[in-house]
Nanobody
Framework: QVQLVESGGGLVQAGGSLRLACAAS????????MGWFRQAPGKEREFVAA????????YYAGSVKGRFTISRDSDKNTVYLQMNSLKPEDTAVYYC?????????????????WGQGTQVTVSS
């Protein structure tokens, strides 16, 4: 059973940076795509970034491209989301997800497992 545990959220001023981490356990992830999603109050969960575990290919939502970077450390079974130049509209609960399909970049409904989420708040 896949288990995902996020960390690294917090409060930051606009223009600042945060790094989120997602520690994964429970199985081998070489065939998985790992993703980050976010959900703001009253809004649907939306795709932020994804990385294929084996190839390391990365995918980003247009709203974060050039500001956020997703990476993975295979030795630590951990996926990171480096967030720079943060904006108030980035405020949300951020979730880590694991999926066996790259189609997760189009819909959160294809995730096989979720973390508990971590709050990111960007003040103006």
């Amino acid at each position: 059973q896949v288990q995902l545990v996020e960390s690294g959220g917090g409060l930051v001023q606009a223009g600042g940076s945060l790094r989120l981490a997602c520690a994964a356990s429970g199985r081998t992830f070489s065939n998985y795509v790992m993703g980050w999603f976010r959900q703001a109050p009253g809004k649907e969960r939306e795709f932020v970034a994804a990385i294929s575990w084996s190839a390391g290919s990365t995918y980003y939502a247009g709203s974060v491209k050039g500001r956020f970077t997703i990476s993975r450390d295979s030795d630590k079974n951990t996926v990171y989301l480096q967030m720079n130049s943060l904006k108030p509209e980035d405020t949300a609960v951020y979730y880590c997800a694991a999926s066996k399909t790259l189609s997760i970049t189009h819909t959160y409904r294809l995730a096989d497992a979720w973390g508990q989420g971590t709050q990111v708040t960007v003040s103006s």
